[in-house]
């Protein structure tokens, strides 16, 4: 594998507009710890690298290969998506796994351009969580039960209880996911075809929509009535030469407060990578909303040219 710690982050040329197969808003399984020891199969995600296309990305720490003890074996991709078949399935909470079985060709885990050498203290754990859980800000629902019922501030435990549940959350499954709107497009195909399983099938945006290779063009998802909590999104693009319009760079954005327009909800930019494997990327710290924006700020073409 590669080692990852210093460098900047290759970007920039030229081209129409963003080219996206977006499992964008994906289903959040682990939520992030920390000093907790990072052993083999652990699920991480990758920060504070100076080679900035690498951070937000999702994988798994490889076994050891050596005695080398400053760096960690880590396989990028497929680890949220589409994971190894095997009995930590069910533990990580990956329903993804079934739901989201892509037709492409596939290398063996642990080679190729997947697989890079990191510090530890460029890695954080993933922990997995259940289907439902308190809403950011709040506590655990059995504590706030605690705290507010019959044992503790003195409400009666059924009213404690009401206002526990009223503060859950559960987590965006595939079913609450669908396409709304983009900002524009070409019309090769209905934007909806960016969640299914078809590689030959994508979104790009309308000729002239990022002069240089740059723009705002985006792809808009709704949860449906209810706010789900985000903590992971899937993006899949062909790979340069094949692939000069896919997105490079973007970021996220959510409804603002206020109700008028829309505010940034991600660090900006997140970068994908040269790889024709699904990417998937954590949002930290996850969001809670009924909708996201997908906005594609640099295509593929313009950071080769910069790079």
Known sequence: GRSV???????????????VEAHAAGQPSVAEGSGTELVANSVVRLC????????????RVLPAASDRSDRLGVVLHRTIWDPPASDDEEEHGTPLAALQRLRRRRRPRGQGHSTVSLRPEN????????????VLGTMPSAIMLRLLGERGWGLQDTIAQNVAEHLLIRRV??????????SSSRGDFDISVVLNEAEDEWWISDAGSTPGGTGNEYLEFSFGPMARRVTYI??????LPFGPLSVRDFHLEVPA????????????????????????????????????????TRNAAAACSEG
Do not use: Y
Request: glycine fraction near 8%; hydrophobic fraction near 35%; include cysteine.
């Open 257 to 296: 407060a206020s109700g008028q327009g829309w505010v940034q909800a991600s660090p900006r930019p997140m970068m994908t990578l040269d790889t024709d494997e699904m990417q998937d990327f954590c949002i930290h710290p996850p969001l809670e909303t009924k909708s996201v924006r997908l906005v594609c």
């Open 123 to 134: 890695l954080r754990l993933c922990r997995p969580v259940p289907e439902e859980m308190s």
């Open 48 to 59: 504070g690298l100076k080679r900035m296309e690498f951070n937000h990305h999702v994988g």
């Open 173 to 182: 499954s595939r079913d609450d996911v669908s396409v709304v709107g983009s």
């Open 5 to 19: 710690d210093d460098g900047e982050a290759a970007v920039a040329e030229d081209a129409p507009g963003p080219a």
């Open 234 to 239: 899937g993006l899949k693009i062909p790979p």
